[in-house]
């Protein structure tokens, strides 16, 4: 739907204004939504690291341990994240956290009642709870910059498709109706003084006949 505007030179120096806003902003916003997307991208692969690292740990554990299938040793406990700082970058003019501190401990346990192996598994089992925190927090920042990304997108897209055409539109419709009217004027001023010109044609036949007329009485 056209959007309505006065056919004037008020309204059309308030749309070339306009314009002139819209393409002064388009390339910034076209500036941010690509390094967004390109930040965004960083983020996703950086989620899918640690995804891929917990997954890694994961299968480590069940090919070199092996014997956590057997319910007589508990391991349960043994490793607990008890404190996670995060901090806030900016990118963009978007926020996003970032993980500055994690905080693991390891409940004690004795060496005399506990297997060889639990040494090493307490130091995967560490590893994976601080890739598990740092997984949740990428995912965050993945999330975060991909809400700015469609936010700066659907901007652009407003200003390039609906904003700049219609405003481009709403110009050249005052320019022709203006120039029209102009045409119209000069058109208008021709005829009156085509009516003058003859006007005033026609009272100087009628004072030349008027003479004529006088000085044939004269001769008479």
């Known amino acids: 739907m056209a959007t309505k505007v006065s056919l004037n030179k008020s309204s059309l120096n308030k749309e070339k204004a306009s314009l002139k806003t819209f393409n002064r902003y388009l390339p910034a916003l076209e500036l941010k939504r690509q390094q967004l997307m390109a930040e965004r991208k960083k983020a996703e692969i950086a ?25 007589d040793i508990n391991v349960d406990g043994l490793v607990t994240v008890t ?14 956290p970032v993980l500055e501190k994690i905080e693991v401990v390891v409940k004690p346990y004795s060496y005399l009642t506990k297997p060889h192996w639990v040494d090493f598994l307490v130091e995967k089992l560490k590893e994976m709870a601080e890739l598990h925190v740092e997984s949740q927090v990428r995912e965050l920042r993945y999330q975060e910059i991909s809400a700015a990304t469609r936010t700066t997108s659907q901007r652009v897209n407003l200003f390039s498709k609906v904003l700049i055409p219609q405003t481009k539109k709403n110009i050249a419709r005052i320019k022709i109706f203006l120039s029209d009217q102009d045409r119209a004027g000069v058109v208008n001023a021709k005829i009156s003084k085509s009516k003058m010109d003859a006007a005033e044609a026609l009272q100087a036949r009628e004072r030349e006949a008027g003479k004529v007329a006088n000085a044939a009485q004269g001769r008479d």
């Open 47 to 71: 989620l899918t690291e640690a995804r891929e690292r917990i997954e890694q740990i994961e299968k480590d554990i069940a090919a070199q341990l092996p014997m956590l299938a057997c319910e």
């Open 83 to 96: 404190n996670v700082v995060l901090g806030e970058q900016n990118i963009v003019g978007t926020s996003v």
